[in-house]
C-alpha cells in the first residue's frame, strides 16, 4: 500500500491523537489500535527526551523544556508521516505539550502558540486517569491527574477540537475508540470530510442515521395510500350531549386514580406568525412611500388587517409607552411614521424583538390590566381539567435560551387553586437533528464549510413525550389557546379522557382475560376491536384457530391509547383524520398532512379533498400498559411516514429529512380513536391577526 501523502510529501491519510495526563494509558492505547488497524505509531517524544535530560543533569521538565520536546516531537511526526499506512496514531503531540505547559506553568511558550493554528489532527482520543498510577522517574504528578484531565478538556474544547472521552478496563476502552475511529472511516467512506466528525459528535448524531437520512431524502419517501376520509359515518364518533357529560363524570370520578400530565411543544420561533410585518421591514422605503401604496402595490391585505386593528392587541400600549420613552416627539408624527416605528419596535432585536422569541412568552390576551401569554392560558387550563388531589403536572418542551422567560411567567402566574402546578421543562434533543442534503445528493455545507443540520420536525419530541411520568398525557399545541372559552375547552378535554378512561378499561379487561388464558368471548372482543378501536381484522385473522386469534389480539391491544378531538373542516392548513393503507393493505386511522399524500393522483387528491373534519391537536393519551409499565413510544413509530422539506440557507436551496410527525407518523402504531369537539375549543394565533378574532379579545 503507498503512503497517503500530497504534492508536499505530507501524510494526508487518518492522524488520530492519543491525549490525555501522565500514566492515563496514552501509549499502551495507541500500540493496541495501531495493531488493530495496521496502522503506524508516532512514539511520545517527551518520554526520550526527558529520560535522557534526567541522567545527564538529575533534572525533570521545566518550562525551558517545553520548546524542544514540541520540536522534537514534530520532527518525529514528520518522519513517521512517511510510513505506507493509511492511518496513524500519535502517543500525545505538540497540542499535549502546550497544554501541559499551559497546565502547570500557566503559559505556552510563544513560538508554540504561533505553530498550533497549523497544526491539524482528525480525532483526539482524550483518556481519563481512572486506572492505576504507574510510577516512572520522570512522572512526577501522580496527584494532579484529575486537574490535568480538566484542563486538557478544556484545552480541547477552546480550539474547537474534536476529541473523544476513553475510559474504563483496557477492553473498554478499545472497544470505545474503534468505535470511534470506525464512525470516522464510515463518514470518509460516504464522501464526509474527516473535520465533519466535530459536527457529528457535537450534535450527538448517530452515523447509521445520518447516512440513513441522506439516503432517505436522495431516494424519496413512499406517499401514504389513502383508503378514504375518516367521517362521521366511518371513523369519527360524533355523540349526543347526554354522552358527552356521562364521559366527563367518568374522568372526574377516576382522575384522581391516575397520574395525569399536560404535554405542551412550545420550542417554536415566532416568526413566522410575523412573516408579513418582517417582509414589510424589508421592502417598506418610509422616505419613498406611503404605508397606503405599500398595501396596494404588495397586495398586503395582512398589514392593512393589522394596521386597523393595531389598538386592540394586548402588547400595543407598551409598545406604544416604549416609543414615547425613545422618542419626546412621537405624538407629533404622522400616521404611517407612528405604524412604521411600531412595527420596527415590535420586532426588533434591540426592543421587543417579538419575531425571534417562542410564541410561548409573547401576550397573547388582556383582561383588564393584566397581560397573559399562552404559558398562562395553559397553567389555567390544567387547572380546569387535570387538577386532583395530586399536583397539576404541565411540561413544556423549550428552547434553552428561553428558559428563563418561561420561568419568570411560571414563577408570576397568580394560582388561587388549592392544587400545586408542578411545570417541567425538556429540550429537543440535538441527537435528533437531521442532515441538510445538497442538490448533488451529497451532504450540504454552508458559506464557512460547515455541514448544516436542522431540527427534525414535531416528530423529535417523541423522546421527550417518552420521559414523561404519567399514566394520562394531554397533548396540546402552544397557540391553540383563548381566553374566553376555558369552560368548554376544559368540559371537552374531560369528555376526550373519560372516552379513554372508558376504553382503556375495557382494553385492560380484555388483556387480563388473555393473559390468563380464557377465550370465550374471543369473538365479541375481536368484534369489540373492530367495531370500537378501529381495528381491522383480515380475512385470514377471523378463519384463524384460537391461538392464533389470541395472540393476534394481545399484540393489536398491548398498545399505547390515544383519544384525539376532531373539529369540523374550516380551510385550516395542517393533517385531517384518514383511513390509511399499509404495505400488506390493512386499513387504520391515521392523521395525515397534505404533505404525506400524492395530491397529483387524481384519486387521492380526490380522497384527500373529501376530508370532513381537521386535526387540532388535541390529544389525550394512555402510556401505560395493563401492568403499569410505561411503553416504550418509539416501538410504536412508522418509520416510513417522515417527510421530505425544501428549505434554503445563504442563498442556496436543500432538503432534508423530518422525523414521523408527533402525533402522524409517531403514533401510528396507537391505538387510535377520533371523536368530535366543537370548534370553539380550537382557536390556534399562526398569524399575529388571528390575535384580533373574537375568541381573544377581552
Not at 376532531?566 to 404495505?583: A, H, R, S
Amino acid at each position: 500500500m503507498e503512503a497517503k501523502t500530497n504534492k508536499n510529501n505530507r501524510f494526508t491519510g487518518l492522524k488520530i491523537v492519543v491525549f490525555g495526563p501522565e500514566s492515563s494509558g496514552k501509549t499502551t492505547l495507541a500500540q493496541q489500535l495501531a495493531a488493530r488497524y495496521n496502522a503506524a505509531v508516532v512514539p511520545e517524544f517527551a518520554r526520550e527526551y526527558l529520560t535522557n535530560k534526567l541522567k545527564s543533569t538529575q533534572q525533570n521538565c521545566t518550562f525551558d523544556d517545553i520548546l524542544p520536546i514540541a520540536k522534537g516531537q514534530m520532527q518525529s511526526e514528520l518522519e513517521a508521516e512517511q510510513t505506507p499506512a493509511n492511518i496513524i496514531f500519535y502517543d500525545t503531540n505538540p497540542l499535549l505539550t502546550a497544554a501541559y505547559s499551559e497546565c502547570h506553568y500557566n503559559k505556552i511558550p510563544e513560538e508554540l502558540e504561533n505553530e498550533i493554528p497549523a497544526l491539524s489532527y482528525d480525532l483526539y482520543l482524550l483518556t481519563e486517569p481512572d486506572i492505576p498510577w504507574e510510577a516512572d522517574s520522570i512522572r512526577q504528578h501522580q496527584n494532579q491527574r484529575q486537574d490535568e484531565f480538566r484542563a486538557f478538556k478544556k484545552f480541547l474544547k477552546k480550539r474547537n477540537l474534536p476529541y473523544a472521552r476513553i475510559k474504563g478496563t483496557q477492553t473498554e476502552r478499545i472497544a470505545t475508540a474503534s468505535a470511534h475511529i470506525d464512525n470516522l472511516l464510515q463518514l470518509l467512506q460516504n464522501q464526509f470530510k474527516a473535520a465533519d466528525y466535530l459536527w457529528v459528535l457535537k450534535h450527538q448524531l448517530s452515523i447509521p442515521n445520518l447516512l440513513q437520512h441522506i439516503n432517505i431524502v436522495n431516494n424519496g419517501i413512499a406517499p401514504l395510500q389513502l383508503a378514504a376520509p375518516a367521517t362521521p359515518a366511518n371513523g369519527i364518533l360524533v355523540l349526543e350531549q347526554e354522552q358527552h357529560d356521562e364521559l366527563v363524570r367518568i374522568f372526574d370520578e377516576e382522575k384522581a386514580n391516575y397520574t395525569l400530565a399536560k404535554f405542551v411543544p412550545a420550542s417554536g420561533a415566532a416568526s413566522r406568525m410575523f412573516k408579513f410585518l418582517l417582509d414589510f421591514l424589508e421592502n417598506y422605503a418610509p422616505d419613498q412611500d406611503t404605508i397606503n401604496a405599500y398595501i396596494n402595490k404588495h397586495n398586503a391585505k395582512d398589514l392593512a388587517v393589522f394596521l386597523v386593528g393595531i389598538e386592540k392587541f394586548p402588547f400595543y400600549d407598551e409598545v406604544i409607552a416604549e416609543l414615547k420613552r425613545n422618542y419626546s416627539n412621537f405624538d407629533r408624527w404622522n400616521k404611517d411614521l407612528k405604524d412604521y416605528y411600531f412595527i420596527k419596535f415590535l420586532l426588533s432585536s434591540r426592543h421587543f424583538n417579538f419575531a425571534s422569541k417562542p410564541k410561548a412568552v409573547l401576550p397573547f390576551h388582556k383582561t383588564g390590566v393584566r397581560v397573559k401569554t399562552p404559558i398562562d392560558a395553559h397553567l389555567e387550563e390544567a387547572l380546569a381539567y387535570i387538577q386532583t388531589k395530586h399536583d397539576a403536572h404541565v411540561h413544556f418542551t423549550i428552547s434553552p435560551e428561553f428558559q428563563a422567560d418561561f420561568q419568570s411567567i411560571v414563577e408570576a402566574f397568580p394560582n388561587t387553586s388549592s392544587s400545586k402546578i408542578d411545570v417541567s421543562y425538556s429540550v429537543q434533543e440535538s441527537a435528533t437533528d437531521t442532515i441538510a442534503v445538497a442538490n448533488t445528493g451529497l451532504p450540504y455545507y454552508d458559506k464557512k464549510n460547515h455541514l448544516v443540520c436542522r431540527p427534525a420536525g414535531h416528530g423529535a419530541l417523541l423522546g421527550n413525550l417518552n420521559r414523561i411520568k404519567a399514566d394520562i398525557v394531554f397533548i396540546k399545541n402552544i397557540d391553540n389557546v383563548s381566553d374566553k372559552t376555558l369552560p368548554a375547552i376544559s368540559f371537552y378535554k374531560k369528555m376526550l379522557a373519560g372516552k379513554l378512561v372508558q376504553i382503556q378499561k375495557r382494553v385492560f379487561e380484555i388483556l387480563q382475560q388473555l393473559e390468563a388464558g380464557v377465550d370465550l368471548q374471543l369473538s365479541n372482543w375481536i368484534e369489540f376491536a373492530q367495531n370500537n378501536l378501529n381495528i381491522s381484522a383480515s380475512a385470514s385473522i377471523l378463519s384463524a384457530d384460537a391461538n392464533f386469534k389470541k395472540a393476534w389480539l394481545f399484540e393489536k391491544l398491548n398498545r399505547p391509547i390515544r383519544v384525539c378531538g376532531m373539529v369540523k373542516n374550516e380551510g385550516e392548513p395542517g393533517g385531517g383524520p384518514f383511513w390509511v393503507l399499509d404495505k400488506h393493505q390493512q386499513k387504520s386511522l391515521q392523521i395525515v398532512e397534505s404533505a404525506q399524500i400524492n395530491l397529483n393522483d387524481p384519486q387521492q387528491k380526490a380522497i384527500f379533498d373529501g376530508s370532513t373534519h381537521f386535526n387540532p391537536v388535541d390529544l389525550v393519551c394512555a402510556v401505560k400498559d395493563f401492568k403499569g409499565n410505561a411503553f416504550d413510544l418509539h416501538k410504536f413509530v412508522d418509520p416510513d411516514s417522515g417527510f421530505i422539506v425544501e428549505k434554503s440557507k445563504d442563498g442556496q436551496s436543500f432538503k432534508a429529512y423530518e422525523l414521523p410527525g408527533l402525533w402522524n407518523g409517531s403514533m401510528a402504531d396507537w391505538i387510535t380513536v377520533f371523536v368530535e369537539v366543537p370548534l370553539q375549543t380550537f382557536n390556534p394565533v399562526k398569524t399575529v391577526n388571528d390575535l384580533l378574532k373574537p375568541a381573544h379579545q377581552p
